[in-house]
T-cell receptor, first 114, second 109 residues
Framework: DAGITQSPRHKVTETGTPVTLRCHQT?????MYWYRQDPGHGLRLIHY???????DKGEVSDGYSVSRSKTEDFLLTLESATSSQTSVYFC?????????????FGPGTRLTVT | TQLLEQSPQFLSIQEGENLTVYCNSS?????LQWYRQEPGEGPVLLVT?????EVKKLKRLTFQFGDARKDSSLHITAAQPGDTGLYLC?????????FGAGTTVTVRA
């Protein structure tokens, strides 16, 4: 296990409010990711980071922003939450194993936007 | 549009039976990973296959990477209720993964 924690684990919020999810890792991995998981869609990449203050967009980045000020922390912010952002959010880190990177996932945050 | 197509979407079998899950793509990947996810938890990595044609065995689970590195299969022999879960395949290019939608496997006792 990569020692990944996410907070909060559950959150209910109202439409239009900002929300920040936190991911903390203890493995000193360079790469960190935020995914959302919805039925029938598998895991979709929102944003990822390849180093402190270095981030890039994934396939479903609209309405989300991220920040990484320390190696161990990666924050995901929903600037103005909408009902379509109700989902389960997973953080992951990647470490090199042989010739390939392997990703390790946190326990997830279940977010409900009412 | 899913880059990786998994089939079947759902699979329900009796304990002791065998099952196979398929993961197909038109894209070539540097490696392919299989994960299992249980309700309320994050995905857990089962195996990484890197070389075209590679076969890896993990107890009763056999993973195969296609020769062209575009597809993979997961075969479970003599399935047990503990094998129940969502199985996800993911194609890797460098440090980024593209996931299939997953196959929900239920093994009935």
């Amino acid at each position: 296990d990569a020692g990944i924690t996410q907070s909060p684990r559950h959150k209910v919020t109202e439409t239009g409010t900002p929300v920040t999810l936190r991911c903390h890792q203890t493995e000193n991995h360079r790469y960190m990711y935020w995914y959302r998981q919805d039925p029938g869609h598998g895991l979709r990449l929102i944003h990822y980071s390849y180093g402190v203050k270095d981030t890039d967009k994934g396939e479903v980045s609209d309405g989300y922003s991220v920040s990484r000020s320390k190696t161990e922390d990666f924050l995901l912010t929903l600037e103005s939450a909408t009902s379509s952002q109700t989902s389960v959010y997973f953080c992951a880190t990647a470490g090199l194993a042989g010739s390939s990177y392997e990703q390790y996932f946190g326990p997830g945050t279940r977010l409900t936007v009412t | 549009t899913q880059l990786l197509e998994q089939s079947p979407q759902f699979l329900s079998i009796q304990e002791g039976e065998n099952l196979t899950v398929y993961c197909n793509s038109s894209s070539v990947f540097s490696s392919l990973q299989w994960y299992r996810q249980e309700p309320g938890e994050g995905p857990v990595l089962l195996v990484t296959v890197v070389t075209g044609g590679e076969v890896k065995k993990l107890k009763r689970l056999t993973f195969q990477f296609g020769d062209a590195r575009k597809d993979s299969s997961l075969h479970i022999t003599a399935a047990q209720p503990g094998d129940t879960g969502l199985y996800l395949c993911a194609g890797a290019n460098d440090y980024k993964l593209s996931f299939g939608a997953g196959t929900t496997v239920t093994v009935r006792a």
